[in-house]
T-cell receptor
Framework: GENVEQHPSTLSVQEGDSAVIKCTYS??????FPWYKQELGKRPQLIID?????GEKKDQRIAVTLNKTAKHFSLHITETQPEDSAVYFC?????????????FGRGTSLIVHP | DSGVTQTPKHLITATGQRVTLRCSPR?????VYWYQQSLDQGLQFLIH???????AKGNILERFSAQQFPDLHSELNLSSLELGDSALYFC????????????FGPGTRLTVL
């Protein structure tokens, strides 16, 4: 089955700095890569995603890159703000038999210091 | 607010007991996914239903079962509860035609004492 590794487990930055979270996956059949943000005690929220036919996608201060050959993808947050503090999860999703089941990384706790 | 609802928000029970968690997907979504989130295991997929039919099973214990009803709400039944079953249980639904994009409910926090 799919295996997703996520690094780092904790990331501490100063407000205004950039933050980068990296994930690797194992199953070459994975073709959809969402990123979720989860604040303490809240639900995971989809913040950005990328499909295998795209190398990069940007949405305001957030960008995601994908290298299919190397099987890794990354989340980039620029000009970080204290409200960006949360746990971020990457996931890799293959499509098989009509069921699209993501395998999640273990999460990165991002702390943005004012 | 994702539009996915879950009840109850919190549940405290004892070992050996049985509980039922309820999820209603967003209007129009036919798929419901159940996940367990614990500190040591992270976010783990349990089971997927589509329009009343089971589509995929993940790391779901035999003590756990689920179903999706004709009105598309889903229930997750957990029996013979153990301390290790304490976790956050999320359901998610996905947009018809875009099954990759899942929207999570607020979760049910289960505490087994």
């Amino acid at each position: 089955g799919e295996n997703v590794e996520q690094h780092p487990s904790t990331l501490s930055v100063q407000e205004g700095d950039s933050a980068v979270i990296k994930c690797t996956y194992s199953d070459s059949a994975s073709n959809y890569f969402p990123w979720y943000k989860q604040e303490l005690g809240k639900r995971p929220q989809l913040i950005i995603d990328i499909r295998s036919n795209v190398g990069e996608k940007k949405d305001q201060r957030i960008a995601v890159t994908l290298n299919k050959t190397a099987k890794h993808f990354s989340l980039h947050i620029t000009e970080t703000q204290p409200e960006d503090s949360a746990v971020y999860f990457c996931a890799a999703t293959p499509s098989s038999g009509g069921s699209y089941i993501p395998t999640f990384g273990r999460g990165t706790s991002l702390i943005v210091h004012p | 607010d994702s539009g996915v609802t879950q009840t109850p928000k919190h549940l405290i029970t004892a070992t050996g007991q049985r509980v039922t968690l309820r999820c209603s997907p967003r209007s129009g979504d036919l798929s419901v996914y159940w996940y367990q989130q614990s500190l040591d295991q992270g976010l783990q997929f349990l089971i997927h239903y589509y329009n009343g039919e089971e589509r995929a099973k993940g790391n779901i214990l035999e003590r756990f079962s689920a179903q999706q009803f004709p009105d598309l709400h889903s229930e997750l039944n957990l029996s013979s509860l153990e301390l290790g079953d304490s976790a956050l249980y999320f359901c998610a639904s996905s947009v018809e035609g875009r099954p990759n994009e899942q929207f999570f409910g607020p979760g049910t926090r289960l505490t087994v004492l």
